[in-house]
């Protein structure tokens, strides 16, 4: 199945799009009305506006920023990194009426979305695996922790949310592994 | 590749910074933690919000805390609750009873306890009052109040970082806790329900403190 490709300028518009409507309709406050919602639709979606935003990077600056992101390796250390400090319980609760933190989440996701895209296409599988040999075991711990604790972790968010969440990680990590795994596989089969 | 080692320090240290600060050095993972040792490290002053109380005129929180002599043992309910508060009342009851077999005519006893009410809507007065009696609260040693309407009730739970959410199914889900308040009415420190001990003890302690000084 080929997916038609939109041209960069178009890419960069549909992230502002998206980004708009993430952080400035009701959507925003309805996706982090629930603790599964904050976590599994809006981190992801930022980062894919963060994504679609960076096709507009000019080609000078790429080629400026490229040694310092040799082989994705800075990207996907960044990335690693930014997920693990984002799911820490207490984020969750501060993002709700911390606007510093908020903003703070909301940028760290953004330009996540935009490393991991850039680092994806340089890294090549085996730095691939290296990265989602790190990152999907840790959601899949943070999600068994936030299925199996007895108590609710975030004041704001209920306790059968906080399971639905932990249930979502370990799915999501699971799925995302898979998916790879194909890809992969496929990809090592079609080489001569 | 010098470059790439340099920028992924930085994101390294970033990253540590942040975590650091948002975990207290790494020290605690939740809100509710956070709020327990921040409250242990810079106690928290009463807000002056007027709250109604059953059989009695209604006073500032403030004023009701700070006696100067007694330290108080806090908590926040609705009345129509039926689980966690139960288990609080439970607990409010044993300590009682512990606070007034230590000092039987509990004429100005060194602990006190106070029920608060998150529910303006429901909890009035009389409400209150009915709840009092059906845990059998000595007046003497557990007192009840609630806020009047919805601002007081947003200006009392803002300082205390007491966080209600609906459960979805009418009631409500609360970082519920035992909040000890020292006789000058400065919350200082945060107990598990489930340290309903401890908390009486630390109270007892803080309370002989100041009224040694």
């Given at each position: 199945?080929?997916?038609?490709?939109?041209?960069?300028?178009?890419?960069?518009?549909?992230?502002?799009?998206?980004?708009?409507?993430?952080?400035?309709?009701?959507?925003?406050?309805?996706?982090?009305?629930?603790?599964?919602?904050?976590?599994?639709?809006?981190?992801?979606?930022?980062?894919?506006?963060?994504?679609?935003?960076?096709?507009?990077?000019?080609?000078?600056?790429?080629?400026?920023?490229?040694?310092?992101?040799?082989?994705?390796?800075?990207?996907?250390?960044?990335?690693?990194?930014?997920?693990?400090?984002?799911?820490?319980?207490?984020?969750?609760?501060?993002?709700?009426?911390?606007?510093?933190?908020?903003?703070?989440?909301?940028?760290?996701?953004?330009?996540?979305?935009?490393?991991?895209?850039?680092?994806?296409?340089?890294?090549?599988?085996?730095?691939?695996?290296?990265?989602?040999?790190?990152?999907?075991?840790?959601?899949g711990v943070?999600g068994s922790l936030?299925e199996s604790?007895?108590?609710?972790?975030?004041?704001?968010?209920?306790?059968?949310?906080?399971?639905?969440?932990g249930?979502?990680?370990i799915?999501?990590?699971?799925?995302?592994?898979?998916?790879?795994?194909?890809?992969?596989?496929?990809?090592?089969?079609?080489?001569? | 590749?010098?470059?790439?080692?340099?920028?992924?320090?930085?994101?390294?240290?970033?990253?540590?910074?942040?975590?650091?600060?948002?975990?207290?050095?790494?020290?605690?993972?939740?809100?509710?933690?956070?709020?327990?040792?921040?409250?242990?490290?810079?106690?928290?002053?009463?807000?002056?919000?007027?709250?109604?109380?059953?059989?009695?005129?209604?006073?500032?929180?403030?004023?009701?805390?700070?006696?100067?002599?007694?330290?108080?043992?806090?908590?926040?309910?609705?009345?129509?609750?039926?689980?966690?508060?139960?288990?609080?009342?439970?607990?409010?009851?044993?300590?009682?009873?512990?606070?007034?077999?230590?000092?039987?005519?509990?004429?100005?006893?060194?602990?006190?306890?106070?029920?608060?009410?998150?529910?303006?809507?429901?909890?009035?007065?009389?409400?209150?009052?009915?709840?009092?009696?059906?845990?059998?609260?000595?007046?003497?040693?557990?007192?009840?109040?609630?806020?009047?309407?919805?601002?007081?009730?947003?200006?009392?739970?803002?300082?205390?970082?007491?966080?209600?959410?609906?459960?979805?199914?009418?009631?409500?889900?609360?970082?519920?806790?035992?909040?000890?308040?020292?006789?000058?009415?400065?919350?200082?420190?945060?107990?598990?329900?489930?340290?309903?001990?401890?908390?009486?003890?630390?109270?007892?302690?803080?309370?002989?403190?100041?009224?040694?000084?």
């Amino acid at each position: 199945m080929k997916v038609p490709r939109l041209g960069a300028r178009a890419q960069s518009w549909v992230g502002f799009g998206l980004l708009t409507i993430l952080i400035l309709t009701p959507l925003h406050a309805a996706l982090e009305s629930s603790m599964s919602r904050h976590m599994l639709i809006q981190y992801p979606a930022l980062m894919l506006s963060g994504a679609l935003l960076s096709a507009a990077v000019p080609g000078v600056l790429r080629r400026r920023l490229a040694p310092w992101n040799a082989l994705g390796l800075s990207g996907f250390v960044a990335v690693a990194l930014c997920l693990a400090v984002l799911m820490i319980p207490r984020v969750l609760d501060l993002a709700l009426d911390d606007p510093g933190v908020e903003a703070g989440k909301i940028l760290a996701l953004i330009v996540a979305g935009a490393l991991l895209r850039h680092s994806w296409r340089i890294g090549g599988l085996l730095i691939q695996a290296f990265f989602l040999g790190y990152t999907l075991p840790m959601m899949g711990v943070v999600g068994s922790l936030y299925e199996s604790a007895p108590a609710r972790l975030c004041n704001a968010y209920l306790l059968d949310d906080q399971q639905n969440l932990g249930q979502g990680l370990i799915w999501l990590s699971v799925a995302i592994a898979l998916i790879w795994l194909a890809r992969a596989g496929r990809c090592l089969m079609a080489r001569p | 590749m010098l470059r790439t080692i340099l920028a992924s320090a930085f994101f390294a240290a970033l990253s540590y910074a942040s975590a650091h600060a948002l975990t207290h050095d790494f020290q605690v993972w939740t809100a509710e933690g956070a709020r327990r040792l921040e409250v242990a490290l810079n106690p928290v002053t009463p807000p002056a919000v007027e709250l109604f109380a059953p059989w009695a005129p209604s006073q500032r929180l403030d004023h009701i805390l700070a006696d100067g002599h007694a330290a108080t043992i806090v908590d926040f309910i609705y009345t129509r609750c039926t689980t966690v508060c139960l288990s609080l009342g439970n607990t409010f009851q044993q300590l009682q009873t512990a606070i007034v077999s230590a000092n039987p005519s509990a004429v100005n006893p060194p602990v006190r306890l106070l029920s608060i009410s998150f529910d303006p809507v429901h909890d009035d007065p009389q409400a209150l009052g009915q709840y009092a009696a059906r845990l059998h609260a000595d007046p003497r040693v557990w007192r009840f109040a609630g806020p009047r309407n919805a601002h007081d009730l947003a200006q009392l739970l803002k300082p205390y970082e007491v966080v209600v959410i609906p459960d979805g199914l009418g009631g409500f889900e609360h970082n519920a806790a035992l909040l000890v308040v020292d006789p000058t009415g400065r919350l200082v420190r945060i107990f598990d329900y489930a340290e309903a001990d401890l908390a009486l003890a630390y109270a007892r302690s803080i309370a002989a403190e100041s009224n040694a000084r």
